[in-house]
């Protein structure tokens, strides 16, 4: 099949408006009709396992550091997240009654793939979250989750990493179930908050308007820095990867506590500041993280929903209003601004979106 841009600028700008289509997709893969999450077979019982490693690159890798909150709260299992790199020379040892996690658009990048066979025969089971079932990391899997977010052609990952974060959240549901971390009725919930998703995050797309506004500013600047909390902090990340990546504009992402233990000193009136904060509980100290921003002349972009845009808008430089949703699915909702204002600042600057320099889809070579 041909895959052509659908009346779009290019790849990216089609692969974001994708979302709602392709996550309604792997959750219709995953939820079953009388509500049950089926996971393809072998399947996993999470009673068996005390532990689980995810080792990725990139975007992917910033999907395992968001999954690592659901697991460790939702169902209470410690997780290591690495970046392959450093994981397959680091010689960790595997604990018993342990999984592995590698998660990879392609299924073929060389260090995630040294990393899972570092891990096989020592890790219980092998599980990758994959886009392209063919490949090498699908190969050399005990359980095969894929994605379905269907070809991806943009070199900055997009559609893929929200399908990767919905089922990583299916699976530490499961998880949570297998091991009676969560009642019938929260679950049910879950499970119905999942199936609205795609709206919210047709809704969310709506945004664009707000969202090129507030580009038109990042697209001056010579360094932009990402601030968040708890899962905001792996979607801060990811914000500014995607920034870097097309833009070329120098961004860092901090968690917003740490703040004040040196990205502070960068603050003046020319650095502008996104800010990733959903009013769920660690709102007012990440607001005072963006106050301290403010008192010395950063130029605050919340990203936040109508209460705290209400709450704190008034004194942002700019705000992107988020629909409201569950504090659980925030970081599949806000991928849609990390990736949006990236978008439209690389489009004002006029690079080359969809291959940006130096940058390959896919990195089979180490
Ligand atoms: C490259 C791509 C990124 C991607 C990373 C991991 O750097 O440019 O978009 O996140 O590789 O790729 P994978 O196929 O393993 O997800």
């Known amino acids: 099949t041909r895959i052509d841009k659908a ?29 049950q999450i089926i996971l393809p077979k072998p399947d996993i019982d999470f009673t068996a ?13 910033y999907a395992c550091l968001t999954a690592k909150y659901w697991f460790e709260q939702i169902a209470r299992i410690p997780v290591e997240v690495d970046v392959a790199s450093e994981f397959r020379y680091r010689e960790p040892p595997i604990p018993a009654r342990s999984a592995a996690l590698f998660v990879s658009q392609s299924g073929e990048t060389a260090d995630t793939l040294a990393a899972l066979r570092y891990c096989a025969g020592k890790s219980d089971t092998i599980l990758s979250v994959i886009n392209v079932p063919e490949s090498s990391i699908a190969r050399e899997s005990d359980l095969v989750l894929p994605i379905h977010a269907g070809v991806e052609v943009g070199v900055a990952s997009t559609k893929a990493f929200t399908c990767q ?19 019938a009725k929260t679950l049910a919930r879950h499970l119905s908050d999942l199936r609205d998703l795609p709206n919210i995050v047709s809704t969310a ?26 899962l905001m902090y792996p ?21 917003a506590g740490e703040l004040k233990h040196g990205p502070i000193a ?38 936040s929903d109508a209460t705290g845009i209400e709450e704190f808008g008034q004194e942002a430089f700019a705000t992107i209003e988020m629909p409201q949703i569950s504090s659980v699915l925030t970081p599949i909702l806000y991928a ?31």
Do not use: W
Not at 267 to 294: C, G, W, Y
């Open 266 to 303: 960068l603050i003046d009136k020319h650095v502008p500041v996104v800010v990733m904060a959903p009013r769920d509980a660690l709102f007012e100290k990440t607001v005072s993280n963006m106050q301290e921003v403010m008192a010395r002349k950063g130029r605050v972009i919340l990203v």
């Open 165 to 183: 974060l919905t089922v990583l959240l299916l699976l530490a549901l499961r998880a949570a179930q297998d091991r009676g971390e969560v009642d």
């Open 205 to 230: 797309l709506g945004a664009n308007a707000e969202m090129h506004q507030a580009a038109i500013k990042l697209s001056e600047a010579r360094d932009v820095l990402f601030l968040g909390r708890g």
């Open 336 to 366: 849609i601004p990390a990736q949006l204002l990236a978008y439209h600042t690389a489009v004002a600057k006029g690079t080359d979106v969809d291959q940006p320099r130096n940058l390959a889809k896919s990195v089979t070579v180490e």
């Open 7 to 35: 009346g779009h600028k290019h790849f990216m700008a089609k692969e974001i408006a994708e979302q709602p289509g392709v996550i309604a997709q792997a959750l219709g893969h995953y939820i079953s009709s009388d509500g």
């Open 49 to 61: 396992i005390d532990r689980l490693t995810m080792v990725a690159c990139g975007t992917a890798y």
């Open 235 to 255: 979607l801060a990340l990811e914000g500014a990867l995607k920034l870097k990546e097309i833009s070329y504009i120098h961004a860092e992402a901090y968690a």
